[in-house]
């Protein structure tokens, strides 16, 4: 579902949000799709609505976003608050699939997006360019977080058993929780008694 723009205050001089100080420029960084970019960090700051304007215009996606999988080795962003160079509000940032090293941040206020240097690039790259509104509802945030919270749970298990151990242990599962006497099987594991099944006459 589209996300409904929200009122737009007057566009003036606007600031970048992480240099401070340069002034932001008009630049085009997708066909038809204008924003105004950091001649000193080349971050982009994208007016919600102009992009809502711009991505009704583009080919309707092929297939559905991915949440992804984490990497161990993805280097932890600096995370320092930053005001929307539009409206002056604090600004949020919004996790887009677990498998991206980045946030975007997004205003409060107008729904303004910014994007570091190379981010916009990224999301291109993925295919999700085109869709950026949609990861910003409850629904897609919650599926992150259970996801995220699945992976560091099996990241635990993994640590304490061994890495062959932990394989051997999630093939088992995976077929033990196939079979028609799943109940039979784990209560074996656990040691629990199980009651005759009633005789057929």
Not at 19 to 35: Q, V
Not at 132 to 157: G, V
């Amino acid at each position: 579902m589209t996300e409904e723009p929200k009122k737009q205050p007057a566009k003036g001089i606007m600031k970048c949000p992480t240099c401070k100080t340069p002034r932001l420029e008009p630049r085009e960084i997708a066909r038809g799709l204008g924003a105004d970019s950091c001649p000193q960090c080349s971050g982009n700051f994208l007016v919600f609505e102009t992009y809502l304007t711009w991505q009704e215009s583009q080919p309707a996606p092929t297939k559905q976003p991915e949440i992804g999988t984490p990497d161990p080795n993805q280097t932890p962003e600096a995370a320092g608050p930053k005001l929307c160079p539009y409206c002056g509000r604090f600004m949020t940032r919004f996790r887009i699939a677990l498998d991206i090293p980045f946030h975007i941040d997004r205003c409060g206020g107008c729904g303004g997006l910014w994007f570091e240097r190379g981010e916009w690039d990224q999301c291109q790259t993925r295919g999700i360019h085109t869709r950026l509104n949609t990861f910003f509802n409850d629904s897609w945030q919650n599926r992150l977080r259970q996801e995220e919270a699945k992976f560091q749970q099996e990241d635990r298990y993994r640590a304490l058993l061994g890495p062959e151990a932990y394989e051997r242990v999630k093939a088992f599962k995976a077929w033990a929780e196939q079979h028609d006497k799943k109940s039979v099987l784990f209560a074996y594991l656990e040691s629990k008694d199980v009651s005759e099944p009633p005789s057929r006459r």
